[in-house]
């Protein structure tokens, strides 16, 4: 039996779209835990899918978006947390190159990403700021996007005068979408606080983070801890060395968070 052209092209969809839609259906319910028969099946998943794991009230999910180095690569975006909180709340802590990427991959609306913690202003740690700052600006954020961040030692090594001259780097693409473009999410609010010293910097809904400084050197021996009632995260920078030497310590922040007691945490990683 002949087919028209048509009709072959329509049968060879219908069945693409048939095998996406089980291939699909079996990725949403994959399954994990222990097997321990050749022939059996995993009883419980552990992959994890965006939207797929509701937080209870009392929970903390913790997602690495980004572990690496300032040479960002694909497999290794650079530093930045996502911690989403079973009350709703959702903060980024650093956001380095390649990690918007990451946080887009989790499907969150751009919307509830409006609060960033920045440790320090190496590249690294914040290189990806105006990607969120426009990608926001004009898929669903219409409120300014939030910023926290050290001073410096003069005013133009501050967190302000760095997200300054970040909006003036995108004045083009602003002016380009006026008139096509809700642009109420193109504005930034930036609280900076002093470096030197620790200090509560964000205390809302419940939450209360604390800034706190850290030097590169005893920073480069920590990660992330937890407590009982909330979470530490750092915002590490290697070391540097001079003739094999330590060379003079340079000031960091670090934040901990307490979030209502929260009694379980689950940690993922993106990149």
């Not at 572990?67 to 956001?95: H, M, Y």
Request: charged letters at 20%; one cysteine or more; aromatic letters at 10%.
């Amino acid at each position: 039996m002949k087919l028209s052209k048509m009709t072959l092209l329509a049968t060879i969809a219908l069945a693409a779209a048939t095998a996406f839609s089980l291939l699909g259906t079996a990725a949403v319910h994959a399954a994990g835990g222990k097997v321990t028969d050749p022939n059996g099946t995993a009883p419980d998943r552990y992959v994890y899918y965006p939207g797929t794991e509701e937080l209870a009230k009392d929970e903390i999910r913790l997602f690495a978006c980004g572990t690496g180095l300032p040479a960002a690569r694909r497999s290794q975006a650079a530093t930045c947390w996502l911690v989403e909180l079973g009350n709703g709340d959702k903060f980024l802590f650093d956001i380095g190159d390649g990690s918007v990427e990451r946080l887009f991959g989790l499907q969150i609306p751009t919307a509830f990403l409006d609060k960033v913690f920045i440790g320090h202003l190496h590249g690294d740690h914040f290189g990806g700021i105006g990607a969120l700052y426009v990608a926001g600006g004009i898929a669903g954020r219409f409120s300014p996007l939030r910023i926290w961040g050290p001073s410096g030692s003069t005013p133009e090594l501050g967190t302000k005068a760095a997200i300054d001259h970040m909006e003036k780097m995108y004045a083009w693409d602003l002016a380009g979408r006026l008139g096509q473009t809700d642009v109420r999410g193109f504005a930034t609010e930036v609280t900076e606080f002093d470096y030197k010293k620790a200090q509560v910097v964000y205390e809302e809904n419940g939450v209360k983070i604390t800034a706190f400084p850290a030097t590169m050197r005893s920073m480069a021996q920590s990660a992330t801890g937890w407590t009982g009632t909330g979470c530490r995260l750092f915002s590490p920078a290697t070391p540097t060395r001079t003739s094999g030497s330590w060379s003079r310590p340079r000031t960091r922040t670090s934040w901990f968070m307490n979030a209502s007691s929260p009694s379980r945490t689950l940690s993922r990683s993106t990149g």
